[in-house]
């Protein structure tokens, strides 16, 4: 069964601190996502990964293909942060469906 | 250039009817993808399509929903003889070429809910 893993599930920081948020996945894949999901609903795409490192101002995305891991980084967090992060997959061997993770609860407290 | 747009915002219908759900992707982009985000649950695909053709309805269920992507006009997601476990909400996104290269944009998606 093709799963996404991420933790934590929730997560609370004070302002200013740098936040690490993993995503683990079972089988080969051909790209992995990472999206933000606001208190509204609203969903923003934040990275597209099929191998390395992408960096959008204070966000930081990494995969590991051989370890079948990817973490979200997210340096001096701001309460504006605060929102849930979803990792998604696209597995080499089911087409064009993105699997979802459940999601990361962020809060950052002033 | 606006973003990709769904309407309506929030749908009510009873059980026993239809909903329609519209997704007008990004200008320029031909790629269309459904999800569909129950209650307290994770987002999941429900299809891809392209421009008059559905690419991967593998995450369709099998009875009463269908989706279309017309030549002209927005892409629609019909859910007919609703029951209450269809009230989720249901984004689509969109992509200017195909998923293996390029990122997807999302819409703000549709409440539905089946009283």
């Known amino acids: 069964k093709n799963e996404v893993e991420q933790s934590p599930q929730n997560l609370t920081a004070q302002e200013g601190e740098f936040i690490t948020i993993n995503c683990s996945y079972s089988?080969?894949?051909?790209?992995l996502h990472w999206l933000q999901q606001h208190p509204g609903g609203g969903i923003v795409s934040l990275f597209m990964?099929?191998?390395g490192k992408k960096k959008h101002g204070r966000l930081i995305a990494t995969i590991n293909i051989q370890e079948k891991h990817s973490s979200l980084h997210i340096t001096a967090s701001h309460p504006r942060d605060s929102a849930v992060y979803i990792c998604?997959?696209?597995?080499?061997?089911?087409?064009?469906?993105?699997?979802f993770g459940k999601g990361t609860s962020l809060l950052v407290t002033p | 250039n606006a973003g990709v747009m769904q309407n309506p915002r929030h749908l009510v219908r009873r059980r026993g009817q239809e909903a329609r759900l519209r997704c007008s992707p990004m200008?320029?982009?031909?790629?269309v993808y459904w999800y569909r985000q129950l209650p307290e649950e994770g987002l999941k695909f429900m299809v891809y399509?392209?421009?008059?053709?559905?690419?991967?309805e593998s995450g369709m269920p099998k009875e009463r929903f269908s989706a279309e992507f017309p030549k002209e006009g927005p892409s629609i997601l019909r859910i007919q003889q609703v029951v209450r476990g269809d009230s989720a909400a249901y984004f689509c996104?969109?992509?200017?070429?195909?998923?293996?290269?390029?990122?997807?944009?999302f819409g703000p998606g549709t409440r539905l809910t089946v009283t």
């Open positions: 996104a969109s992509s200017p070429v195909g998923p293996v290269t390029y990122e997807q944009y």
């Open positions: 200008k320029g982009h031909s790629h």
């Open positions: 089988v080969g894949i051909s790209a």
């Open positions: 990964l099929s191998s």
């Open positions: 998604a997959v696209r597995y080499s061997n089911s087409g064009y469906a993105l699997n």
């Open positions: 399509l392209q421009k008059e053709n559905i690419i991967d």
